[in-house]
């Protein structure tokens, strides 16, 4: 069975400065995928940035990278230059191949950050 | 491009009564999830559908949800007769390809609160 942790309730972040938000994950399946999911006060759930089991390097997009350390399995999200608008419940989730043959992503409970000006 | 849209986005019933949510992905996307949040939990996972057939129910909570994918397009969520521990977030998703790497398109939710 897959598992996502986000230990942090709740973060808070200075305007402009970095922040990480931690994620460890639990699979015995060699072959997943690791995502980031934002979701503002409005509802929707914004695809952020996807690392997989086998990349080599750490994945980035834009503001967003992802600190991926396969050994520890963990896969912390880095948000640089935090502004405003990216207060909001940030959701770690994995992605690997269930017994049905489909690839269902498991999610952390999710971490709210809160950017202050 | 429209994205993943749901309807409604609140509903408010009796314990019994009977809510149907609809879920219209992306277009040309085959895949389309359905997950939940029921308050404080996770996100949890409920049922997987590659065009109309269901690829994956491992995560249906029990025989009151039914949940079809007609012609491959719209997806509809009953629940009947629905009780308390049913209210959360309903979250449709949809993908092009089902595989690992491909990120799920999530629509806006519906809040369904069971009185």
């Known amino acids: 069975a897959q598992k996502i942790t986000q230990t942090q309730p709740g973060m808070f972040v200075q305007e402009k400065e970095a922040v990480t938000l931690d994620c460890t994950y639990d699979?015995?399946?060699?072959?997943?995928?690791l995502f980031w999911y934002k979701q503002p006060s409005s509802g929707e759930m914004i695809f952020l940035i996807y690392?997989?089991?086998?990349?080599?390097q750490n994945a980035t997009e834009g503001r967003y990278s992802l600190n991926f350390q396969k050994a520890r399995k963990s896969a912390n999200l880095v948000i640089s230059a935090s502004q405003l608008g990216d207060s909001a419940m940030y959701f770690c989730?994995?992605?690997?191949?269930?017994?049905?043959?489909?690839?269902?992503?498991?999610f952390g409970k999710g971490t709210k950050l809160s950017v202050i000006p | 491009e429209a994205g993943v849209t749901q309807f409604p986005s609140h509903s408010v019933i009796e314990k019994g009564q009977t809510v149907t949510l609809r879920c219209d992905p992306i277009?040309?996307?085959?895949?389309l999830y359905w997950y939940r949040r029921v308050m404080g939990k996770e996100i949890k996972f409920l049922l997987h559908?590659?065009?109309?057939?269901?690829?994956?129910e491992s995560g249906m909570p029990n025989n009151r949800f039914l949940a079809e994918r007609t012609g491959g397009t719209y997806s509809t969520l009953k629940v009947q007769p629905a009780e308390l521990e049913d209210s959360g977030v309903y979250f449709c998703?949809?993908?092009?390809?089902?595989?690992?790497?491909?990120?799920?398109?999530f629509g806006n939710g519906t809040r369904l609160t069971v009185t």
């Open positions: 699979t015995s399946d060699p072959s997943y995928g």
């Open positions: 559908f590659v065009k109309e057939s269901k690829q994956d």
């Open positions: 277009s040309g996307h085959d895949n």
């Open positions: 998703a949809s993908s092009q390809v089902g595989g690992l790497n491909s990120p799920l398109h």
């Open positions: 989730a994995m992605r690997a191949s269930t017994a049905a043959g489909s690839y269902q992503l498991t």
């Open positions: 690392q997989g089991s086998y990349d080599q």
